[in-house]
């Protein structure tokens, strides 16, 4: 490889994600999402969850696809990425049969986190010191 091209790829994977990973991202979102909301695994623990996948995060080189997921009202997060993990491999099919991918990732679940952030991002504005600052703000008229 040239020494070029070389230090190019090393900086892209540090970078932000690439088009080409959003956009299989959110395919391989809207897919799992669908398959998941058929009820096309026959799982009786998928099938009683009512799972939301929020996002869909790609390595650089499209081999493995972090999931974030969430049951409906937080409640059995680790029996659904116990059985979501379980199920991978019919998931894995179920994926290349929609898509029209060379190479459908391996998938990875985890627990999403973003509901949780929010909890304490609002937790966090709501506290006494903050309000007391942001009206100190406010006053001055900077």
């Known amino acids: 490889m ?4 070389r230090i190019m790829a ?5 970078s932000a994600p690439s088009q080409r ?8 979102r809207r897919t799992l999402s669908d398959v998941l909301t058929r009820g096309e695994v026959h799982d009786p623990d ?5 799972i939301t996948v929020g996002e869909v995060r790609i390595s650089s080189d499209l081999r493995i696809a972090t999931v974030p997921v969430m049951p409906l009202g937080g409640d059995g997060r680790d029996v659904a990425i116990a059985a ?6 019919e998931l894995r099919k179920l994926l290349a049969k929609a898509l ?6 391996e998938l990875r679940f985890v627990p999403d986190a973003t509901f949780d952030v929010l909890d304490d991002t609002r937790r966090l504005l709501e506290d006494e010191t903050v309000q ?3 009206r ?3 006053g001055r008229g900077d």
């Open 2 to 5: 040239i020494p070029y091209l």
């Open 10 to 14: 090393r900086k892209r994977s540090s």
């Open 21 to 28: 990973q959003l956009r299989v991202g959110e395919l391989i």
């Open 46 to 50: 998928l099938t009683r969850l009512s």
């Open 84 to 89: 979501l993990a379980r199920n991978q491999g």
């Open 100 to 105: 029209t991918l060379k190479y459908v990732p």
């Open 132 to 134: 007391r600052d942001i």
């Open 136 to 138: 100190a703000d406010d």
